[in-house]
């Protein structure tokens, strides 16, 4: 049986409120705030564990390294770490800043992924996400792509690509843009690429759109998407704060879900129903039943749809009960069999719902059999990773601990170990220098 799984980051021990996100409401305002890693990660797990009981096939992807000392030198500081470190919080703390954001735990930005029955060559296809759109993320591709191929090692089955070209015109955000629909997960499917500007197009909005449609359509071509479609971002829904389509709009096989202001063209759904064929289900919810800043605020179409026994279950941010008019929109609809909650506030204040934690890897059997069983989540992993997280995380963290030595020292350690625990083997620069 074909299965989509469900492969969420965990949290890095640095999480912290930076307010690096370009139109990202929900970082911008919790900017320099004390943030609480140790609670972020749990809640991460939390989020996981249940899916896994609930009988989902749910994967793990680690953290990156940070601070990342690599690019504090590249950009000037010398010395050995600690000297590096000193100056950078003394010097440059901006710059400290960016290179210590834990961001990589949104993974549905970790990469774009075509499943082996959408493709050319009957390969499951790899592009992680060139994040150049945002100096603290545009360091992840290359760590991402050396982690997606100690995951997926097997070329048989799997091809990696690498991150598109850095550069304004292929800005890519990853899976965060991208739905999949087919009538099964092991069916052939569409998928829909959204991009907010095109090359070459900035415009007067308030936030530069992150996606563009030439890093969209390129990743479509790479892995030989035999049924791609494209459309465009409503540029109000980007001006009031969507800044990836997964805050507007969510899909999974045969349904579709999204906000009357999520595209630009009004005949999308249309266009999507003569590709699909029969039996496509679509919802929309309306502005005047869920205005922009409800759906931004309670992120509610940041929620997983999955499949559980057949049944669809709606997995949401708490927040979503903060806001009557939000849960009546999604308690009305039919496609819908049970909603679930949970409390991911650490990752919420910035801008990181469900969703966003989450990358989707439709696999086959085979193809799950060849993938790295260390990091699928089971109930030993699952304490495993807890007992980890409460031996190096901290509960408090400020932007001014961020030049802390032991800070650095801690998340070294903590990475090298998890490495050991997930069979990653050196995935990360300070393991290939000591
Ligand atoms: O890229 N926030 C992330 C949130 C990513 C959410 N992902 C999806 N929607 N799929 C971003 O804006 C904030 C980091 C800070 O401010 O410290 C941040 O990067």
């Known amino acids: 049986m074909t299965v989509e799984a469900n492969f969420d980051g965990l949290v890095g021990p640095t999480h912290n409120y930076g307010g690096l996100g370009s139109g990202n409401l929900a970082s911008l305002s919790n900017a320099q705030s004390v943030s609480n890693p140790r609670q972020a990660a749990l809640q991460g797990l939390a989020k996981a564990k249940a899916l896994a009981d609930l009988g989902l096939t749910q994967g793990i992807l680690p953290p990156h390294e940070r601070p990342y000392l690599p690019k504090l030198r590249q950009d000037g500081l010398t010395g050995n770490d600690d000297q590096v470190l000193f100056q950078a919080a003394n010097r440059t703390p901006q710059l400290l800043q960016t290179y210590s954001s834990a961001a990589a735990m949104w993974t549905a930005n970790a990469a774009t992924v075509s499943p082996s029955a959408d493709t050319a060559d009957g390969r499951v ?55 999949r629909l087919a009538r099964s997960y092991g ?130 941010p708490d927040d979503v009960d903060n806001y009557p008019n939000v849960r009546a929109a999604i308690d009305a609809i039919d496609a819908i069999d049970e909603i679930v909650t949970f409390d991911l506030r650490q990752s919420m204040r910035n801008g990181g719902g469900p969703a966003c934690l989450r990358l989707r890897v439709v696999l086959t059997e085979d193809e799950l059999a060849n993938t790295n069983q260390a990091c699928l989540l089971t109930p030993d992993l699952f304490s495993d990773l807890t007992d980890w997280v409460h031996r190096y995380y901290r509960d408090r963290l400020t932007p001014d601990d961020l030049g802390d030595y032991e800070l650095l020292a801690e998340s070294k350690a903590a990475l090298h170990e998890l490495t050991g625990i997930l069979h990653l083997g050196e995935i990360y620069d300070f393991q290939k220098t000591e």
């Open 125 to 179: 296809h790899f592009t992680p996400a060139n994040l150049v759109a945002q100096p603290h993320r545009s360091i992840e591709g290359p760590v991402t792509a050396r982690i997606l191929r100690a995951v997926f090692s097997n070329t048989s089955y799997f091809h990696h690509h690498p991150p598109l070209p850095i550069g304004m015109n292929f800005t890519d955000e990853g899976a965060a843009n991208h739905t």
């Open 187 to 316: 069916d052939p499917g569409i998928e829909l690429f959204v991009w907010g500007r095109k090359a070459n197009d900035f415009t007067a909005d308030p936030y530069l759109p992150r996606q563009s449609y030439e890093a969209s359509a390129e990743v479509a071509r790479l892995h030989g998407v035999l049924r791609p479609v494209f459309a465009k971002q409503h540029p109000a829904a980007i001006a009031a704060g969507v800044f990836h389509n997964d805050v507007i709009a969510v899909g999974d096989r045969d349904f579709f879900l999204h906000h009357e202001l999520a595209f630009a063209d009004p005949h999308l759904i249309e266009r999507l129903r003569s590709i699909f064929g029969d039996g496509l289900i679509t919802h929309m919810i309306t502005n005047e039943q869920v205005p922009l800043a409800d759906a931004i605020g309670s992120y509610v179409f940041n929620s997983q749809l999955v499949a559980i026994d057949g049944r669809r279950v709606l997995v949401a």
